[in-house]
């Protein structure tokens, strides 16, 4: 009798370790993010994990084309994550915190396609490369006062990022994506300034990209 | 035979209490965070009377797309909220199974804004705690999705309807 009692504490145990394991939905380091939350005058947090982005799906018009398209989008990912700090004054965030940020991607998964650098202000758009398809995308915007992070997990495209404007706290993060819009495979080099090496990662994705460096990633 | 007219008069007798029981369901979490938020900031919120009886009607008025319905309001809310220790005090309350969606939350204190969602099978709830300045919302309704579009179809529809019979009158 004891041993099932054994086994059931056990079972149940196993069971809720997951359960109370369970820390930020968005892959970053907690401090990082605790730090810059702490430091930031205005916070937004938007966090949609699947159950959350099937319930939001249902309230889109299956009748409507374009409704449609994206109510299958939303379906089809896995969460939506936003991180949105606005700082009082210039200088809340260090260059190392966006590095230590952008490391934590810096994975085989991961490649870079977009980053530039252009007046104190910095975008980087990584994507999650699942057998040459993305299945993912991470977006980290840095302006002088503000620092913005998107991440998107599920089969995602660049050309798919507009459908998505409608979800609370994207429209801003996905404006500075501007005309970067053409998906790793594409002709991107229009907003690709990256200096450095990350893109020997996705060599064949970026190949003329090398041509289009302007500031050398500093 | 005279008494038969007493079987409705029992029967609504019956029934309004329980449905007002039961729209009133998952008050706990509610009153939770009601309770817990008045005693940590000195404040009073004002419950407004027979909401059960508000949410089973609008339970009706939406053929299910919203009920469950609870409203708290704080007026005169001055002291300053420590965004991290509202989230945190929330969540407590409001137990595991309560996941958040959005926090806004600004270090003056002056604007929280804290949405958590809650899967009921078809059903989402949903628990929202708004300051806007010296005024704090605390909501928690139940929301069929699926009911709640049909029901806004229906005013989406009228009004572009409205809007042709406009176009075409000019």
Partial sequence: MKDHVLVFVLGAAA???PLFAQTSPLPLPPAVEKDLAARASDVTEVTLNKNMLGFASKFMNGKDKDEAATQQLIQGLDGIYVRSYEFDKEGQYSMDEIEKLRQYFETSEWSPIVRTREHGEITDVMVKLVNGESHGMFILSAERKELTIVLILGPIRMEQLSELRGIGGLGGALGSMGGAQHGPHGKNKDKDKTGDNDHDKNKDNNQDQSKDTKDGGQ | MKRLWLIPVVCVVLVIPAAVVL?????????????????KYHVRATRIPFMGLVSLISHKATYGGVSG?????????????DGEELNRMVEQKLGAGWARMIRETSRNGKEQTLIFVHPEGNRMGMFIVDKDGNEMDVVQISVDPDHLNQSIGQYEHSHHDGDKQGDDSE
């Fill in chain 1, 15 to 17: 069971w809720a370790v």
């Fill in chain 2, 23 to 39: 729209a009133s369901s998952g008050e706990g979490a509610f009153d939770g965070v009601v309770g817990s938020i008045e005693s």
């Fill in chain 2, 69 to 81: 319905m609870h409203v708290a309001e704080i007026e005169n809310f001055q002291t300053q909220v």
